[in-house]
């Protein structure tokens, strides 16, 4: 078996060297305006593949176990801009039609096929200080469906990898953070030295080689990168029509995901397309309104279909279980807060838990921990669920805390309690994060008990 080392040195001469390339001379003086125009309205056709190669990685109790993972995706979608600029400060936005997403994982022996499904096939893309989000305009994505979408190469950002001015064969630039943080999908970075150099021209397309590291973060975890990669420029088109690159990736395992020890190839393939995208009115007063940045909110379905919520995209689910789905929140690429919601089962007619049952249960859960009560409430949600709410306050090793807790219930429904742990310092960054899955949350009558109920008043 070869080395990802040895991979990757194969991906760079495929990327690198296509076939009829020539090397380019530092001897040349021609000279390039590489500055790519791309209007508001202009369409076109994507066709992207991605392939990742290496291994997971999966701490345990015991150890750090090396997972062998392979992913095979593809992507055909037509886009239509919105609006456009150079400038990485400048928000990108465009409206996505996709014929084809999907991603084919394999990690060990266990193998898991995404796709998306023909009712979100129409996407809003955007890109905003650097951050790369996908969204439909009339629902929500889950997070599986986002995750599968939002790709690297994305075809708002390659334009920005040129320098919007003229370059002769041999001149080289550097490219800023905010264009690679988007470009491949991170969520921060910390360093970026990579640069791009002119090679050479042929049939009115300039061949442009891009290499350098980047250290950062994706979903908050600590990664590096080393990038090789090759791309072509229509000086007719005026944009990138080709866009290949080759990733070897050490990310490093954390509390929200695994770690990867993986390389990875992307191809993109643009073709310059005239025809208008057929776009609902709907969607399009959402994707011309471009002072509002397009929403973050996932939706999320229990397996069984008892319930359902929305959340913030800051929000990662870390573990789900029958009964029990662990969430961790994610703030200024740092961990925030923690929400365990546990399934319970409904609550037996006529009997419902008193805010003083429910504060004492808390009490007595918390603890030498606990300091003082500082919250009980009773309401009714928004989807007219009844809800108990306590907050209360004390500290776990001489750390000040702050706990959450919530128990959402309603006639022949399961009963769900979430319990939200964070540090008091982040109490005012944090503010009432989980109060959106709180009031989102839709409880769905259980079958079983629905149908007990009707025999019994037969």
Not at 322 to 348: F, G, K
Not at 353 to 366: A, G, H, N, V
Request: charged letters at 25%; one cysteine or more.
């Amino acid at each position: 078996m070869r080395t990802t080392l040895t991979i990757f040195a194969s991906l760079l001469t495929f990327v690198l060297l296509p076939a009829g390339t020539g090397l380019w001379s530092a001897e040349s003086n021609s000279t390039y305006l590489l500055e790519a125009a791309l209007p508001a309205g202009s369409t076109i056709r994507a066709k992207v593949q991605l392939e990742v190669g290496g291994e997971m990685l999966v701490p345990t109790e015991e150890e750090l176990k090396r997972l062998p993972m392979e992913v095979r995706a593809s992507f055909d979608y037509r886009e239509q801009l919105v609006k456009w600029s150079a400038d990485a400060a400048t928000i990108a936005r465009s409206v996505r039609k996709y014929d084809k997403a999907e991603a084919h994982i394999k990690v060990d022996q266990e193998q898991i096929t995404r796709t998306l499904p023909a009712e979100e096939q129409l996407l809003l893309a955007e890109v905003r200080a650097g951050e790369s989000l996908l969204a439909v305009a009339t629902g929500l994505l889950n997070r599986e469906q986002m995750d599968l979408v939002n790709t690297v190469g994305n075809t708002l950002v390659i334009d920005r990898l040129l320098p919007g001015k003229e370059m002769k064969e041999g001149e080289s630039w550097k490219h800023d953070a905010a264009t690679i943080q988007a470009l491949l999908c991170m969520d921060h970075v910390a360093v970026c030295e990579v640069t791009s150099v002119v090679t050479e021209e042929k049939l009115r397309q300039v061949q442009i080689r891009l290499a350098g590291t980047v250290h950062g973060t994706v979903d908050g975890t600590p990664t590096e990168m080393e990038l090789r990669g090759a791309y072509l420029f229509h000086l007719d088109a005026k944009r990138i029509t080709k866009f290949n690159l080759a990733i070897k990736e050490s990310r490093k395992p954390s509390d929200l995901v695994p770690g990867l020890d993986v390389v990875a190839k992307v191809n993109v393939s643009v073709t310059p397309h005239g025809k208008e995208l057929s776009i609902p009115a709907e969607v399009r007063k959402v994707a011309e309104n471009t002072k509002t940045p397009l929403s973050r909110k996932l939706r999320y379905e229990s397996q069984e279909g008892n319930f359902s919520f929305e959340y913030d995209s800051t929000w990662y689910i870390t573990a789900e279980e029958r009964d029990l789905i662990s969430l961790r929140e994610l703030q200024d690429h740092e961990l925030a807060a923690h929400c365990n919601l546990n399934v319970l089962p409904p609550r037996s007619e006529g009997r419902q838990t008193t805010l003083e049952q429910f504060e004492r249960d808390i009490r007595e859960s918390l603890g030498d921990k606990l300091e003082s009560v500082t919250a009980a409430t009773a309401w009714k949600t928004e989807q007219g669920h009844d809800c108990l709410g306590i907050i209360a306050v004390g500290s776990v090793d001489e750390v000040p805390m702050e706990w959450r807790y919530y128990l959402v219930s309603d006639e022949n429904c399961p009963r769900l309690s979430l319990a939200v742990t964070l540090e008091q310092s982040r109490r005012k960054a944090f503010a009432d994060a989980e109060r959106q899955i709180i009031d989102t949350l839709q409880l769905v009558q259980s079958e079983t008990t629905t149908a007990r109920k009707a025999e019994t008043q037969r």
